[in-house]
């Protein structure tokens, strides 16, 4: 017997990221959308759910989901890009606020598990923390990188498991490390404790088993044909996995019996219910039961509308591994048996490509193969035209984001206003570069570059100059709300009362922002406060100062006192940042800027060292040289190449972070290309050119580098 369609539950506008299944009656979704909800299923229905309750919104993407049981208390627990941990009465309402708020994490939640009294989270920020009774009591640091599962496998003996975009998982006792398995090639991003061990999944496209007792994988399961996404196990042992290639797959004795697959990109994560039937979560906002129970499927009526919905889904060629068309086989090839889970592409007798699948016993059809929009078929995306809109899974985990394309710009440029847009971590910039690159070769670029006329061969310039400034982002409303109430309390001078806290909620709230409010408080605590405090001043300054219609007359002083605080390096960062926003500002922040006293001044300051040890103090220091780089080129603003080159030389041997490094490079060469300089070539290219000779973005951009010195 195979599993069929048994619900479909509508509902969410976005991707549904994250399901649990506290029974058999209840399902919990959580999504981009930003909200949680409750569906539970119809009185007398063996397969109707009534329409999802929203059960709390958050302020930000909802990526993880896990459910509290403990001493009869019962709570739903989610996490998402704000980086707080919400605890919510599993009956509540969005109206009503969260019964608990664990605060902690620096970056995004993305992993959430529960067991006992104890509840383990996992972040982007490298970290998983293990919580009881609303505390952190271990803070598990070992990771290199973003901890994307993280599990509980005994809460009596404080045992954990956790597995990273660094390509381990690690078990824990306590905060302490006690063993690490390797073997994955990518990022592992999900795990399932077993009975002597325990299974993950990775963007390898490879499922692993491990046992306790060995290091290395005793069992590999493949057959997925992109990044596998979570995993469950069925009431029987079998395995239940899902992933980017818009599958969901059943596993027995480690071969697949049976592959569902379904109309959308990414099949996000999946749960099992008590009895058996699984529960997908799609990046079309749909949630869908299967069960193999014939008492619990759909309607054929229903069964056959789905089908058919899959067999005309749209499945984007730059998805696919090259595709020769000339070579495709016709129908003729659905004639032989395939492999359980077999994809395969053929023509139709009118040309078009179609995907079918291997499912069951039988080709099923799975979609239509569409190409992107090519550089003479413009796509409307926010209002603006576009030569390609790419469907785009990041390596590291962002949802299926549309990612808009301009021949005529720079991909790196394409790559940081796209991960800006979505709160992305820098760190991914090289991977969307790869992705924009490798997907639109052979592609002329249609504009003309303003320096074409120079002796240098600019035509072969596909980098510099860089053409827009690099966007940033502020602490959402929320954030910043529990920021400003938490450090407070703590000042000796310029403490706010309850009511001018309201004040500043509802100046940042509601359909327009009251900035002088804003504005008036955000001087009080950068003036007033301690060191450490002023930052969430500064966070409020930044988060209006794109948008204000004029300069404040004290906005130098603000800036000046940010960046001569003493052992605050987080104040330090954040004034760097409302520096980069000033850079958005469309009224006056051009004309402010081009002053070249400000520069001056810049580039003069001695920081304290230490400082630079902080790896976001790295990127907006770079991100503010790239960006008065751009400023550079835009305007041939000249003055200003001297005191940046003179910056960029200070400050590299300070930086030894890899996306501020490039960023660092790309504020050189945009430099550069607005007048070409006959000084010598300083050190620090020579120490980033051998350190970096395999790293094919840096390579690409020292390479125009040097042309433009030649």
Same mark, same amino acid.
């Given at each position: 017997m195979?599993?069929?369609?048994s !619900?479909?539950?509508?509902?969410?506008?976005?991707?549904?990221?994250?399901?649990?299944? &506290?029974s $058999?009656?209840?399902?919990?979704?959580?999504?981009?959308d930003?909200?949680v909800?409750?569906?539970n299923?119809?009185?007398n229905?063996e397969?109707?759910w009534?329409?999802? @309750?929203?059960?709390?919104?958050?302020?930000?993407f909802?990526?993880?989901?896990?459910?509290?049981?403990?001493?009869?208390?019962?709570?739903?627990?989610?996490?998402?890009?704000?980086?707080?941990?919400?605890?919510?009465?599993?009956?509540?309402?969005?109206?009503?606020?969260?019964?608990? =708020?664990?605060?902690?994490?620096?970056?995004?939640?993305?992993?959430?598990?529960?067991?006992?009294?104890l509840?383990?989270?996992?972040?982007w920020?490298?970290?998983?923390?293990?919580?009881?009774?609303?505390?952190?009591?271990?803070?598990?640091?070992?990771?290199? !990188?973003?901890?994307?599962?993280?599990?509980?496998?005994?809460?009596?003996?404080?045992?954990?498991?956790?597995?990273?975009?660094?390509?381990?998982?690690?078990?824990?006792?306590g905060?302490?490390? @006690?063993?690490?398995?390797?073997g994955?090639?990518?990022v592992?991003?999900?795990l399932?404790?077993?009975?002597?061990?325990?299974?993950?999944?990775?963007?390898?496209?490879?499922i692993? @088993?491990?046992?306790?007792?060995? &290091?290395?994988?005793?069992?590999i399961?493949?057959?997925?044909?992109?990044?596998?996404?979570?995993?469950?196990?069925?009431?029987?042992?079998?395995?239940?996995?899902?992933?980017?290639?818009?599958?969901c797959?059943?596993?027995s004795?480690?071969?697949?019996?049976?592959?569902i697959?379904l109309?959308?990109?990414?099949?996000?994560?999946?749960?099992?219910?008590?009895?058996?039937?699984?529960?997908?979560?799609g990046?079309?906002? $749909?949630?869908? =039961?299967?069960?193999?129970?014939?008492?619990?499927?759909?309607?054929?009526?229903?069964?056959?509308?789905?089908?058919?919905?899959? !067999?005309?889904?749209a499945?984007?060629?730059?998805t696919?591994?090259?595709i020769?068309?000339?070579?495709?086989?016709?129908?003729?090839a659905?004639?032989?048996?395939?492999?359980?889970?077999?994809?395969?592409?053929?023509?139709?007798?009118?040309?078009?490509?179609?995907?079918?699948?291997?499912?069951d016993g *039988?080709?099923?059809?799975?979609?239509?193969?569409i190409?992107?929009?090519?550089?003479?078929?413009?796509?409307?995306?926010?209002?603006?035209?576009?030569?390609?809109?790419f469907?785009?899974?990041?390596?590291?985990?962002?949802?299926p984001?549309?990612?808009p394309? $301009?021949?005529?710009?720079?991909?790196?440029?394409?790559a940081?206003?796209?991960?800006?847009?979505?709160?992305l971590?820098?760190?991914?910039?090289?991977?969307?570069?790869?992705?924009?690159?490798?997907?639109?070769?052979?592609?002329e670029?249609?504009?003309?570059d303003?320096?074409?006329?120079?002796? @240098?061969?600019?035509?072969?310039?596909?980098?510099?100059?860089?053409k827009?400034?690099l966007?940033?982002?502020?602490?959402?409303?929320?954030?910043?709300?529990?920021?400003?109430? *938490?450090l407070?309390?703590?000042?000796?001078?310029?403490?706010?009362?309850?009511?001018?806290?309201?004040?500043?909620?509802?100046?940042?709230?509601?359909?327009?922002?009251?900035?002088?409010?804003v504005?008036?408080y955000?001087?009080?605590?950068?003036?007033k406060?301690?060191?450490?405090?002023?930052?969430?001043?500064?966070?409020?300054?930044?988060?209006?100062?794109?948008?204000?219609?004029?300069?404040?007359?004290?906005l130098?002083?603000?800036?000046?006192t940010?960046?001569?605080?003493?052992?605050?390096?987080?104040?330090f960062?954040?004034?760097?940042?409302?520096?980069?926003?000033?850079?958005?500002?469309?009224y006056?922040?051009?004309?402010?800027?081009?002053?070249?006293?400000?520069?001056?001044?810049?580039?003069?300051?001695?920081?304290?060292?230490?400082?630079?040890?902080?790896?976001?103090?790295?990127i907006?220091?770079?991100?503010?040289?790239?960006?008065?780089?751009?400023?550079?080129?835009?305007?041939?603003?000249?003055?200003?190449?001297g &005191?940046?080159?003179?910056?960029?030389?200070?400050?590299?041997?300070?930086?030894?972070?890899?996306?501020?490094?490039?960023?660092?490079?790309?504020?050189y060469?945009?430099?550069?290309?607005?007048?070409?300089?006959?000084?010598?070539?300083?050190t620090?290219?020579?120490?980033?050119?051998?350190?970096?000779?395999?790293?094919?973005?840096?390579?690409a951009?020292?390479?125009?580098?040097?042309?433009?010195?030649?």
């Amino acid at each position: 017997m195979s599993f069929k369609l048994s !619900a479909s539950l509508k509902g969410h506008e976005q991707d549904v990221r994250a399901v649990i299944s &506290p029974s $058999n009656e209840t399902i919990v979704s959580a999504s981009r959308d930003q909200t949680v909800r409750v569906w539970n299923k119809a009185e007398n229905s063996e397969n109707q759910w009534n329409d999802g @309750i929203i059960n709390h919104r958050s302020t930000g993407f909802i990526n993880s989901l896990a459910y509290f049981q403990d001493d009869g208390l019962e709570l739903i627990i989610s996490g998402g890009k704000n980086q707080l941990i919400d605890l919510t009465a599993p009956y509540s309402t969005q109206e009503e606020d969260p019964v608990s =708020v664990l605060i902690g994490h620096e970056a995004n939640v993305c992993s959430l598990d529960s067991k006992g009294p104890l509840i383990i989270s996992g972040s982007w920020d490298t970290t998983a923390k293990v919580w009881q009774d609303g505390s952190v009591l271990y803070d598990l640091k070992g990771h290199s !990188a973003s901890v994307w599962d993280v599990k509980i496998i005994d809460a009596v003996n404080h045992e954990f498991l956790t597995c990273s975009a660094d390509k381990t998982v690690k078990r824990w006792k306590g905060d302490k490390v @006690i063993q690490t398995f390797t073997g994955h090639t990518d990022v592992v991003r999900a795990l399932l404790l077993l009975a002597n061990g325990f299974a993950s999944c990775s963007n390898d496209a490879t499922i692993r @088993i491990y046992d306790y007792n060995d &290091p290395r994988p005793t069992n590999i399961l493949t057959g997925h044909e992109s990044f596998i996404y979570s995993l469950g196990v069925l009431p029987n042992g079998d395995l239940v996995s899902c992933g980017e290639d818009r599958s969901c797959r059943i596993w027995s004795d480690h071969q697949c019996q049976q592959v569902i697959n379904l109309p959308c990109v990414s099949v996000w994560d999946l749960s099992v219910l008590p009895n058996g039937d699984i529960v997908l979560a799609g990046s079309d906002g $749909n949630i869908r =039961v299967f069960s193999k129970d014939p008492a619990r499927q759909a309607s054929e009526e229903a069964i056959a509308e789905f089908e058919e919905l899959l !067999a005309n889904s749209a499945i984007s060629e730059s998805t696919l591994d090259n595709i020769n068309k000339e070579k495709l086989p016709s129908y003729e090839a659905l004639k032989t048996p395939g492999k359980e889970g077999q994809t395969i592409m053929v023509k139709s007798p009118v040309g078009v490509v179609e995907a079918y699948s291997f499912t069951d016993g *039988k080709w099923v059809k799975i979609g239509t193969v569409i190409g992107g929009s090519g550089n003479d078929t413009k796509k409307t995306y926010q209002g603006k035209e576009w030569d390609y809109i790419f469907d785009i899974d990041v390596q590291e985990g962002a949802p299926p984001l549309k990612l808009p394309y $301009n021949v005529s710009e720079n991909p790196f440029t394409a790559a940081a206003r796209f991960l800006a847009d979505n709160d992305l971590p820098a760190t991914y910039a090289d991977q969307i570069v790869k992705f924009i690159l490798s997907n639109t070769k052979g592609v002329e670029l249609g504009s003309k570059d303003p320096l074409e006329e120079s002796s @240098i061969n600019r035509s072969s310039l596909k980098i510099f100059p860089i053409k827009e400034y690099l966007p940033v982002k502020f602490s959402s409303t929320e954030a910043l709300i529990k920021g400003v109430t *938490k450090l407070n309390t703590t000042q000796k001078q310029g403490q706010l009362t309850a009511t001018q806290i309201d004040e500043i909620r509802q100046a940042l709230s509601g359909g327009g922002v009251d900035r002088n409010v804003v504005l008036t408080y955000a001087t009080q605590i950068i003036q007033k406060w301690d060191n450490n405090s002023k930052l969430v001043g500064l966070d409020l300054l930044g988060s209006i100062i794109a948008n204000v219609p004029t300069p404040p007359d004290n906005l130098f002083d603000l800036i000046n006192t940010g960046l001569k605080v003493d052992k605050a390096p987080n104040t330090f960062m954040l004034t760097l940042r409302c520096l980069n926003s000033i850079f958005q500002n469309r009224y006056w922040g051009e004309s402010l800027l081009r002053d070249e006293t400000l520069i001056n001044e810049l580039s003069s300051y001695e920081f304290d060292s230490s400082y630079f040890e902080k790896k976001n103090v790295q990127i907006e220091l770079a991100t503010m040289l790239l960006n008065f780089a751009v400023l550079t080129a835009k305007f041939n603003e000249l003055a200003l190449q001297g &005191p940046i080159l003179r910056a960029i030389s200070s400050f590299a041997k300070s930086i030894n972070d890899e996306e501020a490094r490039y960023r660092l490079l790309t504020a050189y060469g945009t430099s550069i290309s607005a007048q070409k300089v006959d000084s010598a070539e300083p050190t620090w290219l020579e120490v980033f050119e051998k350190e970096y000779s395999t790293n094919q973005r840096f390579v690409a951009v020292i390479k125009e580098i040097k042309l433009l010195r030649s």
